[in-house]
Every structure is written in structure tokens, then in C-alpha cells.
């Protein structure tokens, strides 16, 4: 069965920009408004004599864009404050300033996934590839050395006479007619066409069969698992060899790990003092070692000159200054008691300061002390 024709447009083609141009400001003129202009390369100031709309991709990136800030906000507030509430640092359940860097590229990413995605599948309306225009003799001219117009047979001035009298008046050197294909009104989505979904499906269970014999199978199989399973015992794991079943055992009784050696004089600072010296001789590096620890562990409390001038705008009650008589009488043993065992609400340093380091933070205390204390022979 053959079908009538149906009109798609006319077309005009011209020998030259100029006239191209001239013939476009008439044809909005008279007030057409689908229709369209093709030249081999770009023309300046087409899209001004044409009136075309700015582009309404902008749109759609400001309304995915909008809506990416506000999904990324709202997911993190319902996340992190109401979901699953973690207490950081003391900060608040909803803390804004965290959650910028994310809505900034949740906003990006669903802007630019939405805008590339409209382009395509809205504006160009992929997977439709075909267009009446496409294959005609007019393209093949307007894409090498003529120019043309095109004015659709939908638009709402269309009449034959008056585009074919339009066109006679701006001198067009040829006027053609251009007609939908039969097969293209016909043409249904190939997305839809049952081959193509068994195709999608096949892709599916391909894909996502190797995936799971991959990262569940292959991985355990020799020889993908020697560096999984190795001869060695975990921490945590259970054993076969001790018959309590455990993996990780005591140390043998009465034995002491190296650089482990206990404290002696726990909840005895006083013995502490009398009985403990200080074995790393005071130099250059004891002192930057000391000064070093000292700022990080001690300062945000004792100030940096160990003066009890606290960083920590009354979160933490002050220390005393630790250039008192006291303090500077005590010995190197009775603040080493201090630093491991804590003292009333100090905390102990043990954690973060190696035995070595606790000594060194003595060192540079000793000097800090006398630094405040100095005598005039220290000046000399
Ligand atoms: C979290 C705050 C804080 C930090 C950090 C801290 N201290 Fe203290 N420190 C205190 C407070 C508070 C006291 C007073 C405790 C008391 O009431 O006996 C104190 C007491 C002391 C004393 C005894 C002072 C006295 O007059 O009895 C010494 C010595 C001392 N600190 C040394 C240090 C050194 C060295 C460091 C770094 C390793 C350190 N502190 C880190 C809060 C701190």
C-alpha cells in the first residue's frame, strides 16, 4: 500500500551568506517561526537574524542542579542527624559547613548528568537518528557550498504560495519540497523491538554472571587466594594447635615484652620520685624531641611556656603554672609519676608518649623553668 506523500517542508537554496541572511530576516519578518538554516560552516550573527531562544538547557541544569544541593541535604541531614547520629569531635548532629563539599558536587554531577542527558535523548531525541531532511539533495548542497532555508509545513503561517512567493522575492535559485519518509512515520522506538531487549537481557546475565564468578569463585581458587590464605596466624582467629582454641596467647608467665616494661610505682608518685632518674642526658635533641611533645600534648593546656595559660577557653579547668617552687623542686622522677599515672584530673600520657618522649618533655621543662628563673651567671 502506498501511501501519500506528507509535506515536511519547503527549502531555498542561496549562492551566498549575504543573501542567506537577507532572506532569514525576511522570512522572520513575516513571522514564521519553524524553520531553520543551514550553511557548510558556521555563519556570525545567524542566530541573531534568526531570533532564536536562548538555549532551554539552562533550565533543566538549574532544576537538577537545585535539586541535586537540596537531595544531598537532605540525605546527609536525615543520615547523620536523625538515622544514624554519631557524636563528632562534639559537633553538632547537623553540621552544615561539613556538608558543603558534598551538595557542591552532588550539584555538579546531577546538573551535568541531567543536562548531557536532556541534550541527547530530549532535545535531539536519540535513539531517533533519522530526519526527512537528512540524505536529501538539499542537505548534500547546504553542506558544501549553498545555503538554505527550510521552513516546516507545522508552522502555523505555513501556505505553499505564500512561502514559494516569500522565497521567488529574496531570489532563492531553487525551491524544492521535502517529504517525511514513509518509513520514518511508520518507524516505532527500536529500543522497544524484542530483539533488541533479548539483546539487553543476554548483556545483563553475561555481565553480571562474570561478576559474581569473579569476585565469588575466582577469587578463592588457587592461585588467586595465596595472598588471602597464608600460613600465619590472625589476630583474633581461632587455632587448632593450642587446645584452648586461641589464637592469640598470654605471654609466657614471669617474661616481659621488649619495650614493654611495666611501671613500678603506679598510685606511688611520691615513691616514684625518689627512686626514678632520668636517663636521657640533656642535649640539642632530647630538647627539640621534648619541645616538639610538649607543644603538641601539653600546650593546649599549660600554654606553651608551661605558665598554665590555657588554649582551651575554659573547656578544660586551668592547670597550675609549672614554674611554681613545687614543681621546681620536685625531681625528674616525680614528673615522670605525673605523666604515667595522671594526676587528679590530668590524664595519663602514657598513649601518646614513649618512656623516651616523657623523659625529653622533662628535659625541655627543666629548660623552660630555668629560662623563667634565670640567674644572673645563666645571662653571662
Ligand atoms: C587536658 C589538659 C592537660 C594536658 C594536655 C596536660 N595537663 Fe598537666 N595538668 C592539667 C591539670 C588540670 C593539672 C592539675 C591537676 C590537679 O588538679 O592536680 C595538671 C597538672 C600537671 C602537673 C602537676 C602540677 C602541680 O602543680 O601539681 C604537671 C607536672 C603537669 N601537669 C605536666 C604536664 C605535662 C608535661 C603535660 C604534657 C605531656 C601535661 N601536663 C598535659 C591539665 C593538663
Known amino acids: 500500500m502506498m501511501r501519500e506523500k506528507i509535506l515536511y517542508s ?3 537554496i542561496f549562492d551566498s551568506p549575504d543573501q542567506v541572511s537577507h532572506a532569514t530576516e525576511k522570512v522572520v519578518e513575516q513571522g514564521y517561526t519553524k524553520f531553520d538554516v543551514h550553511s557548510p560552516y558556521p555563519l556570525h550573527g545567524m542566530d541573531k537574524a534568526m531570533k532564536l531562544p536562548p538555549s532551554k538547557l539552562g533550565y533543566v541544569a538549574l532544576v537538577f542542579g537545585l535539586s541535586g544541593t537540596l537531595g544531598a541535604l537532605l540525605s546527609l541531614w536525615w543520615v547523620s542527624a536523625i538515622d544514624y547520629p ?3 569531635g562534639g559537633k553538632p548532629l547537623f553540621s552544615f559547613p561539613a556538608y558543603v563539599p558534598v551538595m557542591f558536587e552532588v550539584t555538579v ?8 542527558l536532556a541534550m541527547l535523548f530530549f532535545f535531539f531525541k536519540l535513539p531517533n537518528n533519522a530526519h526527512p531532511l537528512h540524505g536529501s539533495d538539499y542537505m548534500k548542497k547546504v553542506s558544501a557550498d549553498k545555503y538554505g532555508i527550510s521552513i516546516q509545513a507545522d508552522d502555523p503561517k505555513f501556505d505553499e504560495a505564500s512561502v514559494r512567493k516569500l522565497f521567488e522575492s529574496v531570489h532563492a535559485k531553487e525551491i524544492n519540497s521535502i517529504y517525511w519518509d514513509n518509513e520514518e512515520l511508520t518507524h516505532k522506538h527500536k ?3 524484542p530483539k ?3 539483546f539487553l537481557l543476554i548483556v545483563a546475565i553475561i555481565s553480571s554472571g562474570t561478576t559474581y564468578f569473579t569476585l565469588n569463585k575466582l577469587m578463592f581458587m588457587l592461585p588467586f587466594n595465596w595472598m588471602m590464605e597464608q600460613p600465619k596466624q590472625s589476630a583474633q582467629q581461632e587455632s587448632l594447635f593450642f587446645s584452648d582454641g586461641f589464637g592469640m596467647r598470654l605471654p609466657v608467665a614471669g617474661t616481659i615484652a621488649r619495650g614493654y616494661l611495666p611501671y613500678q610505682f603506679k598510685g606511688q608518685p611520691d615513691v616514684a620520685g625518689e627512686k626514678l632518674v632520668n636517663p636521657i642526658p640533656i642535649s640539642i635533641e632530647s630538647l627539640k624531641l621534648g619541645q616538639t611533645k610538649f607543644d603538641i600534648y601539653c600546650s593546649p593546656c599549660h600554654g ?3 605558665e598554665g ?4 577557653r575554659g573547656q578544660f579547668p586551668n592547670p597550675p603554672s609549672l614554674h611554681s617552687e613545687k614543681i621546681r623542686k620536685w625531681s625528674d622522677g616525680r614528673i615522670f609519676a605525673v605523666l604515667t599515672d595522671g594526676q587528679n ?5 602514657t598513649t601518646q608518649l614513649s618512656v623516651d618522649e616523657r623523659w625529653s618533655v622533662i628535659n625541655y621543662l627543666r629548660a623552660l623553668q630555668r629560662a623563667f628563673n634565670a640567674k644572673e651567671s645563666d645571662l653571662q
Do not use: G, K, N
Request: aromatic share 16%; hydrophobic share 55%; charged share 10%.
Open 10 to 12: 519547503f527549502t531555498a
Open 86 to 88: 554519631i557524636l563528632i
Open 109 to 116: 554531577l546531577s546538573a551535568s548528568i541531567a543536562t548531557v
Open 191 to 193: 529500543i522497544f523491538e
Open 196 to 198: 533488541f531487549l533479548t
Open 304 to 306: 606553651y611556656h608551661a
Open 309 to 312: 595559660d590555657s588554649r582551651l
Open 345 to 349: 584530673i590530668m590524664p595519663s600520657y
